[in-house]
């Protein structure tokens, strides 16, 4: 059985069709949806139970990245556990199978992650940050040591994920980082011997129409959880991540020339300014007074007195 598990907040139109897009699915197994509410208002936990899912509501005050999913999956009976967003659908009826397949076939695989593009209304730089992450190349993702942990070798996404439901009993999410709960955990099996597969045939629309303050809090908040996730490595992570920076810049910049979309150069310069500065500040965040860090973060809960 494969248990497609949800995070689900307010999620209106999007849950909608990320419950449609799971329904559609043609997979040669049984299919079960389990969502998890922190506290929605505009019919969500209605939403979903009509379309099937089993839902568990908890206090808003309870979500965390991490121990919210590991709930859905205490909850779930499948052997394999699929992890997307409320916001996420599946772009063809093939998605759930491409993505879970891998794991059937390589018991060496932890887990398996699918290719995400921008949705069809998302501003040219979020298209080309989707593009540039995940592209159409499969991909086996593995780790001999700390010195190969990296952006690249660490990248796993709960927008779209399958994992192996026996390895996640030994390694669920931990409960207490900001986000990147994904690639933490794909830091910890990697070092356990475990390999990663990317499933470029597995698609899901995923965007987030940020604003330049927006942006800013995401990926501070993303530096904070850096350290356990893509920086575990220490210098050769930052390395990898300087060069990955420069090459995405110049790649960006072109892409933008050379599509018709110049007017957007400015725009994109601040927009990708915006996130380096959060994520440089995210990194040093132990620098920062408290205050500080809870007006830049997207998760001022975050920092409530016992919660990390």
Known sequence: MISVLIPAKDGGEDLRRCLDGIAGQRVDEEVEVVVVDSGSTDGSVELA?????????IPPSEFSHGATRNLAAELASGDTLVFTSQDAYATDERWLAELTG???????????????IAHLQATPPEQFFMDFLYG????TQRAAGEHELSMQTTLFSNVSSAIRADV???????????MSEDQEWSRRVLLAGYS????PEAVVHHSHPYTLRQAFRRFFDSGVSSERAYMAGARPSSVVLRRQAVRYAREELAWLW????????????????????????GIRHERLPHAVKVRFSALPAYWSPGRH
């Not at 159409?136 to 991909?139: I, M, N």
């Not at 996640?168 to 900001?178: E, G, N, S």
């Not at 990663?196 to 499933?199: C, F, S």
Request: glycine residues 8%; positive net charge; hydrophobic residues 40%.
């Open 258 to 281: 050379s599509t018709g979309r110049r007017r957007w150069i400015p725009y994109s310069a601040a927009y990708e300014a915006a996130k380096f500065a959060g994520l440089q500040l």
């Open 49 to 57: 139970r009509s379309a099937g899912a089993r839902v568990y509501q």
């Open 136 to 139: 159409e190349r499969s991909r």
């Open 168 to 178: 996640f009993a030994r390694f669920p999410f931990v409960d207490d980082i900001i």
């Open 102 to 116: 891998p794991l059937r076939q390589d018991g060496s695989l932890a887990g398996a992650y699918g290719r995400q």
């Open 196 to 199: 990663l597969r990317y499933v």
